[in-house]
């Protein structure tokens, strides 16, 4: 049982919390709609999930279970997953654009 409120407990509740806050947030009309975005601004964005992404693994995985492995693993696996989702992203992007011309 300590070992459920130690592991699952904490990343479940904080995702849970992020949830609410973005449900928030789209409802006070954020972000605002048909926004234009430089590829500096999209290129900071995905740097910073990413971090993020390391840091919730840091704080969670590293510290919280003792697991030493799973750093370098979020550092590997999450760049693999950058690597599918970004050209995704784009090609999505390139399809949405193209439709709404």
């Known amino acids: 049982m300590t070992r459920i ?3 699952v407990v904490p990343p479940l509740v904080t995702v849970y919390a992020l949830v609410l806050a973005m449900l ?10 048909e926004t234009v975005r430089s590829l500096g601004e ?10 993020a992404f390391l840091l919730i693994v840091l704080l969670f995985m590293t510290l919280a279970t ?5 750093l370098p693993d ?13 050209p995704a992203f784009l090609a999505l992007s390139a399809i949405d654009s193209r439709r709404r011309a």
């Open 24 to 33: 928030a947030a789209l409802r006070a009309g954020w972000p605002p709609r």
């Open 5 to 7: 409120l130690r592991e």
């Open 42 to 51: 999209v290129a900071a964005t995905i740097a910073l999930g990413y971090a």
């Open 74 to 86: 979020a550092v590997w696996e999450g760049a693999a997953l950058l690597g599918i989702a970004i």
């Open 66 to 70: 003792g697991d030493r492995t799973a």
